[in-house]
């Protein structure tokens, strides 16, 4: 996997949508792709396997308005590390303008990632 730490996403223009853009906290796609070289500061989301934010100043936003942004654009997975509930939370099949599916686990708890990262990420040093 290559990543992107915060580089900007543009998103397809849907109706009563909060935005066309976004800055991830990180962008992870496939190697083999290649995204990230050459890319300019902003990109299209086609080939982005995953999104990571922390939340910050602004959980709300990272909750609610990033998601919906992420799901909008195809993203298949989001990751949310919530420094204020000690937990995060996988949100998988993206549709109809938001996430489908979601699993959450408090720090300390290894959350198994699909494919293509196909591992359990090991939370126990978020505590």
Request: proline share 8%.
């Amino acid at each position: 996997m290559d990543f992107s730490g915060n580089k900007g996403l543009t998103l397809q223009q849907v109706p009563n949508a909060a935005r066309n853009h976004v800055i991830p906290d990180c962008t992870l796609a496939s190697a083999e792709l290649n995204l990230f070289e050459g890319a300019g500061s902003w990109m299209p989301c086609d080939g982005v396997a995953m999104v990571l934010e922390v939340t910050s100043t602004r959980p709300h936003a990272d909750r609610e308005t990033k998601r919906r942004c992420y799901a909008q654009g195809g993203i298949s997975l989001y990751l949310l590390v919530d420094r204020d509930t000690s937990s995060l939370t996988l949100f998988t099949d993206p549709g109809r303008g938001d996430y489908r599916e979601r699993h959450t686990v408090p720090f300390g708890k290894p959350l198994p990632l699909p494919e293509p990262f196909g591992f359990d990420l090991e939370t126990a040093e978020f505590l």
